[in-house]
Each structure stands twice: as C-alpha cells, then as structure tokens.
C-alpha cells in the first residue's frame, strides 16, 4: 500500500448537465491535486458519467469521503471560474423547489449553451512591427527577393497603430505564407483583440440616433417618484415598489433616472421587457442615454446567436459590463453587485415561460432583488391582480403617475355597440360606420391610426350553412383559420394547413361562409374604404420575414403609412406623436376565454392599446367595436376608473379565491392515447385527494380547454392552495410514489398564466 500514490481527500457534489441523467441531487466526485486550487462552487466541470463525459456544475464541496462507495475523479474545469455565481445558485435552488423543476433543468437554462460548451471569445488579430529590427541590408535584401513582404513591412510601419490582419492581406493583396515569415523573424508581431459581438445590432438599428435624449424637466409626478426611488436606494435595504403610470406618464424617464444613479455609485442594473423586439424604442432610449455616460447596455434575448449571447456573458461576468437589458432570460445575468431591477410591463403575460422550468420572470426579479438588497421597480399602466394584491398586503410600495406628460389628456374611449351595426348594414365588413368615419377624417387631416384585431387571417372560420360543419384541425382541436393571400386554412396551434374546400365535406353544399374577422380581412376593408391610403398589416404572418417589422415600424414613424392593422404585437410600448385614432375591431374578445384572467387581460388590452393614441400634441381617440357594450372592463376602461376596476376585480377573485388570494398549481397529463390520460389523471386525483397532508382544494380532473394539440390529448387538474411552496412539495412527495404509465407524461405549471 505504500506505493500508491497519496489521494486527494477533497470531495464535490457535481449537477451533471447530461439531459439523461435526470438526477434529483449531485454526484460526488473527488478532486485530484492539480484541480484543487481552481476548484469552486458554482465551477463547469466534466465528470465521467456511465461510461461518458458528461458535464456539471459543482454544487457543493464534501468534506468526507462517502462510506458506500469510491467516488471518481472530476476530469477537467471548463471555465477558470464559478461559471454560477453564488447568488445565482440560490436563486437556482429556489427555483426548482417553487417550480417544482431539476436543478440540472434550472442550470442547463441559466448558462448559453455557446458556455456550456466551452466556447472560447472571438479575437481579432492586429498586426504591429515586431520586436525585432531589420538591419539596412536585411531590408533591402528583402526588397529584391520578396517585394512583396517589403511592401507589407514597410505599410505596417508607417501606420500610426496596429492594423486588423484580415483586412490588411486582402488590402495588399499578399498572401498568408508571405505574412508569416515576416512574423517569424520577429519583424511583425501579432496582437490578440477580444470583440464583443453586439446582439443589439440586429434587433434594433437606426432608430437610436433619431431617439431624443431626454433633457427636458421631470414632471413634479416623475420627481416625487424618482425621489422615492433614490430613498430605497440609499437605505440598502431590500424594497420593491410598483410604478403605476398611465400610459404616457414618462415611466421611462424615471427608470432612467434611478439607474443612472446606481451606474454612478459603481452598482448594476437589470433592466426587463416583455419582448425586446416590441420595445425597440425604450431599449434604444436606454442604450443611447447610458453611451451618453461612456456605458454600454448588454442585450440579453432568446433570439441572439451563440457568439452573441456568449459575448454578452461573458462582459457580465467578468464585470466588463454593468446594465444588462432583455427579456425574461435575462433575470439570469451573472451581474454582480445588483441593486436595481426594473421590470417594465409587469403584468404582461410574456414574462412567465411556457416550459420547464415555467418560472414568472417578474417573481424571480423580486426573488433576485431580496437576494442582493436591490430594489426591484415594476412598472405598469396596468398592474396585474397579483402585485395590486401585495401593494395592498403591505409588501411592495406604490408610486402613482395618473397624468400624462405635459397635462396631455387620455384618449376618449367611445363604445361601438356592433349588434346595432350589423342590423344596420344587414351583414357587416366589420367596420362600424363610426370608425370609418373617423379613418376618412384622419386621413384627411394626415394623421395617422392604428387598428387592433387579436385574431390573424382572414376570417376565424370556415361554416357550412347548410349543415353546420365547421373546418376544425386534423390534430388540434380548434378551428381552422381561413387565410386568402395563400388560399388555404391554417391551425394556428399545430400550423397544419389544408385547401380551402369547394364544398362541405360533410354534405357537399357549396353554402360555404366564411365567419367572422381577421386581420386580412380587416386590411382589405379598410383598403376598400380608403383606395388612396397606405394601409399595412403586421401580424405574426407578415412577420415571418427577419427586420420587416422594424422597417414597417420606422416607415410608420416616418409617416409613410397612414394605417397600420396588427395584432397585439403592436399593443404595446410603442409611441407615435402622429397617431390620433385607435380602433379595435372586437374589444370582447379575450372576454370569453375560460380563464379567470380574461377580465383582467381584456381591461389591460383596451388600456394599453388606447395608450398608444393621442401621444403628441394632438388629442387622441379610440373607438373599441364591440357585441357586449355593458361589459364591465369596457366600461371602466372608458372611464379610466382603475381603482373602480380593480375593486371589482379583486372582489371576483375573493369570491372564488383564485390567485392572488391562492396560489394554483395546474397539472397537465398528455398522451396520444386519450382513455389513458384520462384514466390515470381520475386514479391521481383519487391518490393525491386521499393522502394529501396539507388542505388543499382539488378542481377536476377534466379535459383542458385545448383538449388536442398536434394529436396529443391533454387533462388538468387544478390545486389550490395559501402558499405555493408547501403545496408543490406535497405534490412532488405524492407523485414520486405514483407509478404512471409511460406513454402519458405530466408536468406542473405553478402560478400558471396560459390555461388553455
Ligand atoms: P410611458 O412609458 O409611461 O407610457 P414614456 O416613458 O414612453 O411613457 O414617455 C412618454 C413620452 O413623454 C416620451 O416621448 C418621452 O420622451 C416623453 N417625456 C417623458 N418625460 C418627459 C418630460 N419630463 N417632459 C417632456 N417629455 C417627456
Ligand atoms: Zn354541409
């Protein structure tokens, strides 16, 4: 025994990354000696794994070696640092025990793949004249036997700096071979540049130089706030306050101002937006007011390349930068020395991820804010139910902004009741006569306006008259959408298209009519009615195509359009001084989904679609067309009662105790077989119900509202109960003694938004 070699008694749990491994908690591996001094919490490593290397992060060190077992040796660091910060550690343990997620999954989603990897920056090479002298004679030795080299030496003495490599071979048109000697005798030496590739370049472009910079007065609203703002900051002390703004109150203006005051003290900032392309004029105000101080704000997005989003990493983490703007995923920026995150929109769905790990990004922004003593700031014309509730438990303060920048009023909100019109014009275009008029006078006085239609296509379905047939998708059970500029019908959920048919398949009819309104159909009423207006659509069909959305936009901005018709995708965040009328084609819309939220969303819609007229000098109006003219978000909506809204609203949720006054976890069986979901969703109640050890109450099993999606059948259950945490430990604790079938699969969704 003498003769081994002594073995290194340091021990770590490592998370391996390996999506097969599906490990509720971290192997132990031991550290031999050369790795000991590198060795941290929060490293990449690669770890021998069932025959493979996978890798893994290190959760923890061991100070004994396990009984059981002799662990294997960690093979290699990745990176030459905690690639997971420590806080950020917390915030992953939080995150599957609340989202009842694997740690594996969480840390998997935390670091760009392009880290994961390994990847190495990309470096510029600069080419400068070497160490090393050329004598007279070697210089003129060399002029003769190799012009070209001479050439290349003497343009690279003359300049003033170094020169980029690539560019200067090509320029002189010399080849490498040629370069590389000169390298070799030490007449050249080469310079290693790291570049940071800016992910903003893409999604956004000229729009910045023509942002204004700001430099007007606060508003006395805007000061009390930023005010406030400075105190929490200058306490130290872990605060989240809601920014309760009407839609053009200059909320901006006061993100602006406590996060140049962070920057100044040497702190960092995240800045989150719903979607970074629907921000593309707030994200570019930041970004030119921080270059203004010498600071450069990191994009953070799902759609930046691998090099991109590597880039953007890594100048947070090694704290090259300091802000750091993006959308949801950006709540895992590596910054350090956090203390202010803003979370702009809060209420809009977009901030909670559809799949595992299905966090809320906002909560994770208040989670984060308490982990570092930051204040996190959410901002809204709209607030969700769920961050109106805490205001009112006393957790998180609330600024108020209820006037718009320079006393400009609110938009009028008239009420279109379309029951009348359709009596009226026997049969409709789906536009009332009210908003036509209103467009012929817009376009008159060269204004401009913006139409709403949540629905794309060009009518919602495809009826027979005769028998009632609907066009309903092969593999999804909702309809199709009937789409003229291709002339087919498409599933909006499985994106199964089908030809139109010339006759009812079920009894031949040729009454074939097609109902209700899309987009499409919108855009050739309104051309009809205004044959010389420029009239554009965007919708996610017209935005297949990479940058048309920013150009439709800056054209829109330029004035070259007169009406844009889009779908929510434009709802939000943008400002045009221009426009002066909105109208929406069917404010009840997201009234009739089965969710407990379409109240909300229906108020939070035709608020902040109405936001978007009336931004400049001239007033703005809104016409909201309409088959439920007394709908109560309607109503409040055109009063701009919130409080009188949000009364009511939190008193229907009281009623029923659906979230915020419970938390709700939704948990969804799948499977192609729809007797076995259902089956075992039924005997997963019955086990849950009867050896659950916390009240908890049960709603269901039944059919998901989309029972079918790409041929596969979905049931829900629903538990409800005060706190999320306890609840999804119990259910963890009870399904992981549930044996389920292997062709159906479940997964949790807490705090759900999407309920379809
Ligand atoms: P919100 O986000 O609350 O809807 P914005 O921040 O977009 O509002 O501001 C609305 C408009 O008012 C913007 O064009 C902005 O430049 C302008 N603005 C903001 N603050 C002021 C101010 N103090 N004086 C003049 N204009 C302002
Ligand atoms: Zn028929």
Not at 16 to 25: I, R, S, T, V
Not at 268 to 285: C, D, K, N, W, Y
Not at 328 to 347: G, K, N
Not at 674 to 682: A, H, M, N, P
């Amino acid at each position: 025994m003498a003769f081994l070699h002594q073995e290194s008694t340091c021990f770590v749990q490592v998370i391996p990354l390996a999506a097969g491994a599906k490990l509720d908690d971290g192997l132990t591996y031991r550290v031999p000696d050369h790795l000991m001094e590198a060795m941290a919490e929060g490293c990449l490593v690669r770890i021998p794994l069932r025959n493979c290397s996978e890798l893994g992060v290190v959760e923890k060190f061991d100070d004994a070696a396990p009984l059981d077992f002799k662990p294997k040796l960690v093979t290699e660091i990745v990176h030459p640092f905690p690639i997971i910060t420590a806080e950020l550690m917390k915030l992953a343990r939080w995150i599957a025990r609340y989202y009842a997620c694997r740690l594996d999954q969480v840390y998997e989603m935390m670091l760009p793949a392009a880290v994961r990897r390994g990847m190495a920056p990309r470096v510029t090479v600069l080419v400068q004249p070497g160490k090393v002298k050329p004598s007279k004679e070697d210089l003129d030795t060399l002029k003769r036997r190799a012009p070209k080299q001479a050439k290349l030496l003497s343009f690279v003495r003359d300049q003033i700096q170094p020169v980029p490599k690539v560019p200067l071979l090509k320029r002189l048109k010399i080849g490498v071979s040629s370069y590389r000697s000169l390298v070799a005798k030490g007449w050249l030496e080469e310079l290693f540049q790291t570049v940071q590739r800016d992910g903003y370049a893409d999604a956004l472009g000229e729009e910045a130089e023509e942002i204004q910079q700001g430099g007007f007065e606060l508003s006395p609203d805007q000061e009390r706030v930023v005010e406030e703002h400075r105190q929490a900051l200058d306490s130290g002390a872990f605060s989240v306050r809601l920014l309760h703004g009407v839609t053009g109150s200059g909320k901006t203006e006061v993100y602006l101002k406590a996060a140049e005051k962070v920057l100044a003290e040497g702190g960092s900032v995240l800045f989150l937006v719903p979607e970074i392309a629907l921000a593309p004029q707030t994200v570019a105000r930041l970004r030119s007011r921080l270059k203004a101080q010498g600071l450069e704000a990191v994009a953070w997005h799902s759609h930046l390349a691998d090099g991109e989003r590597f880039d953007a990493w890594r100048a947070v983490v090694t704290g090259a930068c300091r802000v750091v703007v993006g959308a949801r995923s950006a709540i895992f920026a590596p910054l350090r020395d956090l203390r202010l995150i803003i979370v702009d929109e809060e209420h809009e769905p977009a901030y909670k991820q559809e799949e595992t790990p299905r966090y809320q990004g906002r909560d994770l922004a208040v989670f984060r804010a308490s982990l570092n003593n930051a204040l996190c700031v959410l901002g809204s014309a709209t607030p969700s139910m769920e961050t109106l509730y805490n205001v009112e438990q006393g957790k998180y303060g609330v600024d108020e902004m209820k006037k718009r920048i320079i006393d400009r009023p609110l938009p009028t909100i008239h009420i279109v009741d379309m029951r009348m019109e359709v009596l009226k014009a026997k049969g409709s275009t789906g536009i009332s006569r009210i908003l036509a008029d209103g467009l012929i006078d817009r376009l008159e006085k060269k204004e401009q306006s913006i139409l709403f239609l949540n629905r794309r296509g060009f009518s919602s379905a495809l009826q027979c008259l005769d028998c009632g047939w609907f066009a309903e998708s092969p593999n999804s059970s909702i309809s199709m959408t009937y789409h003229q500029a291709d002339e087919v019908l498409r599933c909006h959920l499985s994106g199964v298209e089908q030809p139109v048919p010339q006759r009812c398949p079920q009894c031949g009819s040729t009454q074939m009519r097609k109902r209700g309104f899309g987009t499409q159909r919108i855009e050739a009423s309104v051309k009809a009615l205004l044959p010389r207006a420029q009239v554009v659509r965007m919708d996610a069909d017209t935005m297949s195509k990479k940058n048309l959305y920013r150009s439709i936009l800056n054209d829109f901005r330029r004035g070259r359009i007169d009406v844009l018709i889009g779908t929510q995708m434009i709802a939000k965040g943008l400002d045009f001084p221009n426009v002066t009328l909105v109208g929406l084609i069917d404010a009840d819309l997201s009234m009739h989904m089965p969710d407990f939220r379409a109240t909300e969303r229906t108020f939070q819609l035709l608020v902040q679609v109405a936001g978007r007229a009336g931004r400049g000098d001239a007033a703005g109006e809104v016409i909201a067309q309409t088959f439920a003219p007394h709908a109560g978000p309607l109503l409040f909506a055109r009063q701009n009662d919130f409080e009188g809204f949000y009364a009511e609203e939190l008193e229907q949720r009281k009623e029923f105790l659906y979230p915020p006054y419970r938390h709700l976890v939704r948990h969804i069986f799948r499977g192609r077989n729809e007797d076995k979901v259902s089956f075992y969703i039924d005997k997963w109640v019955t086990f849950a119900e009867a050896n659950m050890q916390i009240p908890v109450e049960v709603r269901g099993p039944a059919p998901a509202p989309i029972l079918k999606i790409r041929d596969t059948y979905r049931y829900q259950v629903w538990f409800f109960a005060p706190q999320a945490m306890p609840l999804v430990r119990e259910l963890r604790r009870l399904r992981a003694s549930f044996p389920l079938d292997p062709e159906v699969t479940d997964v949790m969704d807490v705090d759900p938004m999407n309920l379809s």
